[in-house]
């Protein structure tokens, strides 16, 4: 079988090469394409914090740049810079003594929804509430980190950047309908473990307001 000159991962590595030889039209177009992609999936990880965004992914792209002779399409060249962008945050995070947050999933079972309202309001004063919402970040956090079957992956492309279904197919190399019943065993499992784990522990009720 003849390899595909004109599939997603082929083209990337034509970008790249364009690039790398000093193609400027080739980089605006890349550029114009990831830098509002890579913003959005560095932002959330930000608390929001649009100056230190804004930093990261440029930096994102100085590095991706010194290294990009290096990529080799083993995956999309997107993928292969939010993962240069994963790298800046984790140094960015350290140097700034900030800790890495996940994306807040909407779900429509109701004690998920009220842990996810809660987490997406605004600042409070309150000790308790604060705590809470420390507390349910890292729970979010660590649920998405561990679910199986490349359930966090899924989750994340759709809700952090953004992603259609038929580009979570492109990206798994399989069909729409295949990455759609993906999406959906993910949002399930998500939802399952945060509705079992706030029924088993009380602390994890969000504080009564008075």
């Avoid at 997603?8 to 970008?15: G, I």
């Avoid at 350290?94 to 004690?111: I, T």
């Avoid at 507390?135 to 899924?154: N, S, W």
């Amino acid at each position: 079988m003849s390899p595909d000159l004109t599939g997603p991962v082929h083209l990337d590595r034509a970008t790249a090469r364009k690039i790398l030889a000093g193609d400027e039209q080739a980089f605006r177009e890349l550029f114009d394409s990831f830098f509002p992609r890579l913003y959005r999936f560095a932002v959330v990880r930000l608390d929001g914090d649009q100056d230190a965004a804004q930093d990261v992914v440029q930096q994102t792209f100085c590095k991706g740049l010194e290294k990009l002779d290096s990529y080799r399409g083993e995956a999309a060249l997107y993928t292969w810079f939010c993962q240069v962008c994963r790298n800046v945050l984790v140094d960015y995070c350290r140097a700034n003594n900030r800790r890495r947050q996940r994306v807040v999933l909407f779900e429509d079972h109701a004690s998920v929804r009220a842990i996810m309202e809660n987490l997406a309001g605004p600042s409070t004063e309150r000790p308790d509430t604060a705590a809470w919402q420390r507390d349910m970040q890292r729970v979010v956090q660590a649920t998405i980190d561990v679910l199986p079957d490349r359930y966090g992956d899924v989750l994340e492309w759709k809700y952090v950047e953004g992603l259609s279904v038929k580009e979570i197919a492109a990206r798994l190399e399989t069909s729409a309908k295949a990455a759609e019943s993906l999406l959906t065993r993910a949002r399930v499992a998500f939802r399952d473990a945060i509705v079992d784990m706030v029924d088993a522990d009380d602390a994890l009720q969000p504080p009564l307001m008075s």
